[in-house]
């Protein structure tokens, strides 16, 4: 926890330098492959300060995070397997160095992308389910490219367009409320989507 804390630290410390959009460029990309910091609380601190160009903020953690999420597909795609149904050494280090991520969890997420598809990266891109496990596993059981990226866009930039809105419209009194609510929130709504579209598939 310690760690995770100061590298929290650090990555917000680059609101307050000239390199902070470059940074959040890069955080957003990485946290979209490998990465165990998510990049809103970076978003939220640049928009905080520069209001006028928190649109701008979250366009470029858009473009980053799904070109990020591409990479996390071509790590999965191409490196994932050393042979037919045996792990490389990188998907081992991936297992023993991202939280949360496990042989048990991998096969786990390959049966959501039987199950549900385009709403499995739609859910992991919206939410705080750690996204990059999802990317990875993507690539390594090939899932439909086009598919992917459509569902990486739709859900990263609703993503943080929201939380660019809430911080353009609100400033400074919405920022407890996102630090406290926004991944309920988010988890939510995606659920409440997701089983509309469901009921409406049923009845049809």
């Known amino acids: 926890m310690k ?3 100061g590298l929290y630290d650090w990555v917000l410390h680059w609101a307050n330098t000239p390199y902070g959009p470059l940074a959040l460029f890069i955080l957003a990309f990485a946290e979209a492959s490998f990465f165990p910091i998510p990049p809103d609380a970076l978003l939220i601190a640049l928009a905080l300060g520069v209001r006028n160009k928190a649109f701008k903020f979250a366009l470029n953690c858009t473009i980053a995070s799904v070109t990020g ?3 996390g597909y071509a ?6 397997w050393s042979a037919p149904n045996q792990f490389s050494p990188i998907a081992e280090f991936f297992f023993r160095n ?6 048990q969890v991998f096969f786990d997420v390959k049966k959501l992308y039987d199950d549900w598809n385009f709403w499995v ?5 919206f939410t705080p389910i750690p996204y990059k496990v999802f990317t990875v596993t993507g690539g390594a059981f090939a899932i439909n490219l086009g598919m992917f990226v459509v569902a990486s866009f739709v859900s990263r930039s609703a993503r943080f367009f929201l939380v660019s809105y809430l911080i353009w419209k609100f400033g400074e009194h ?3 409320f ?3 609510y926004f991944n309920w929130l988010a988890i939510a709504f995606t659920a409440l989507l997701i089983g509309g579209f469901a009921a409406i598939k049923y009845v049809l």
């Open 98 to 103: 991202i939280p949360s991520f496990n042989h």
């Open 69 to 71: 999420a591409l990479f």
């Open 178 to 180: 996102i630090d406290k």
């Open 174 to 176: 919405i920022k407890l």
């Open 121 to 125: 990266i739609f859910t992991a891109g």
């Open 75 to 80: 790590i999965g795609y191409f490196l994932w």
């Open 3 to 5: 760690l995770l804390r």
